[in-house]
């Protein structure tokens, strides 16, 4: 089975401060990782996916992230963050020669302080 | 570009009742797929389209929940008979074709369920 994890369910963080949001998996075959972001009473929004390449990937907003194969992880990073950035943040995970479902973690909640 | 759109945006019912969703994929979007978002949890796959035909719909509770996209572009998620652990977000997305796994989907705001 698949199984995504967001190991805090909160983290917080100084306006300015650089921020990590975790994420490790445990897939069978090779792994997709992406991060979303969702704003209160919205929906999810795409921010950033690893396909190959370069493990460093960056997408919207200024956020990046790491691809570590050998950690099965893909911690969402950004160097400074703002107060708009706090939202929920999703990690997701699809894996190739499957039925492409991706399988959510349960979220991080960011809040950044002024 | 228009984004997937969602109706109706929030729903109370009392258990038993039944209730339905609907879901307008962005245009030229293949793939749909239907989600529970229970509060404190990471969305949860009910079932996936390709077009009209369904890919995967080994989440759904059969016995109550149904959804079809006849023609191949909107969709509906129906629930009947409700139960109170139904509450959730219902979410709908998008995307270009599930036959990738680098195609990210693109989420509509959702329909809040509240069943009483």
Known sequence: ?114 | EAGVAQSPRYKIIEKRQSVAFWCNPISGHATLYWYQQILGQGPKLLIQFQNNGVVDDSQLPKDRFSAERLKGVDSTLKIQPAKLEDSAVYLCASSLTSGSTYNEQFFGPGTRLTVL
Do not use: M
């Open chain 1, 1 to 114: 089975a698949q199984s995504v994890a967001q190991p805090e369910d909160q983290v917080n963080v100084a306006e300015g401060n650089p921020l990590t949001v975790k994420c490790t998996y445990s897939v069978s075959g090779n792994p997709y990782p992406f991060w979303y972001v969702q704003y209160p009473n919205r929906g999810l929004q795409f921010l950033l996916k690893y396909i190959t390449g370069d493990n460093l990937v960056k997408g919207s907003y200024g956020f990046e992230a790491e691809f570590n194969k050998s950690q099965t992880s893909f911690h969402l990073k950004k160097p400074s963050a703002l107060v708009s950035d706090s939202a929920l943040y999703f990690c997701a995970v699809r894996v190739s020669g499957g039925s492409y479902i991706p399988t959510f973690g349960r979220g991080t909640s960011l809040i950044v302080h002024p």
